[in-house]
């Protein structure tokens, strides 16, 4: 077999090996009862919220409140978006750092890190593998909280036209585009998360720590971006933007704000990405 006919089979047994590594991580991922755990949680989140709204606009008679929440009783279709702004500043990036930062700890503290590498697996294909299954672990979170508030006001709430945020109204097909357009750019919000994550993770070998100390860190940011004194940083903060998805549900979209947020998060995978990965190939793994 000539050089150039060996090189395109050496590529192609390269990808089917990385997807069949992507494939055991993402099975490995979402068989933990704690991944279902938190998947149940934050799709019983939006019943809850549903149900609430449901109650107090029984009980007053009418919508009111903050606009995303007087939207819902209108059309329940909104309630995807006021799910998604209530578990997005702390249910989602408290999951998403639990997986995250035990991707590469768990492995160490559970002893499968060692034999994980002894495979031909490779330490940068590992690190790849694990960050796309914390994204992939990400939009099922935003999913399972949008599909779940979707069926509760579709239960709940009329469904027909929705009014945005602008004022101007769009059809249900039209706004369960933007509902999915939503969904995907929340996801994408928590790149730079599952980055930091997956760089905490590579500098423990204690799984809790590194989960613990990830969650805390997002909390500690969220914290720091309501003080005013310190607005200079504040938009460097990986969280600061999170809900300029909101933008989305305007009369013409925003993007601004949007494609600040994704550019915003993709400097952080770039930054911590590289870090983890600068620490995870010098790392001396004997457990």
């Known amino acids: ?68 929440i007087a939207q819902v009783t209108q059309n329940g279709l909104f309630l995807v978006f006021t799910s998604l702004a209530v578990t997005l ?25 060692r ?14 593998v694990k960050f796309a299954a914390g994204m992939t672990f990400c939009l099922a979170a935003t999913l399972a909280v949008a599909l779940s508030a979707l069926a509760t006001g579709a239960a709940l709430f009329p469904l027909g036209e929705v009014t945005l945020l602008s004022g101007d109204t769009v059809g249900p097909g039209a706004a369960l585009f933007r509902a999915v357009l939503v969904a995907l ?30 969650v805390v860190l997002v909390i500690t940011v969220q914290i720091l971006d309501t003080f005013p004194q310190l607005h200079a940083i504040q938009p460097y903060l990986f969280t600061h933007h999170w809900l300029s998805f909101g933008d989305l549900l305007r009369q013409p979209i925003y993007w601004d704000n949007v494609l600040q947020n994704l550019g915003l998060q993709a400097v952080y995978v770039a930054v911590f990405g590289s870090a983890a990965w600068a620490r995870f190939t010098s790392r001396d793994i004997t457990a």
């Open 1 to 68: 077999m000539s050089l150039v006919e060996t090189r395109p089979l050496t590529a192609a047994v390269a990808v089917r090996g990385l997807l069949s590594l992507f494939r055991s991580e993402l099975g490995l991922t979402f068989r933990r009862a704690r991944t279902i755990t938190l998947l149940g949680i934050l799709a019983a989140l939006p019943v809850l919220i549903g149900l609430v709204i449901k109650w107090q606009t029984d009980e007053s008679g009418g919508g009111g409140g903050p606009a995303f």
């Open 185 to 214: 750019v929340v996801a994408a919000s928590l790149a730079g998360l599952v980055a930091i994550g997956l760089f905490v993770s590579t500098l423990t070998g204690s799984g809790i720590a590194a989960m613990a100390t990830t």
């Open 89 to 113: 500043p702390i249910f989602l990036p408290m999951t998403v750092g639990v997986v995250a930062g035990d991707s590469i700890a768990g492995e160490a503290a559970s002893g499968t890190l």
């Open 115 to 128: 034999y994980l590498l002894v495979a031909p697996a490779g330490r940068t294909r590992l690190l790849a």
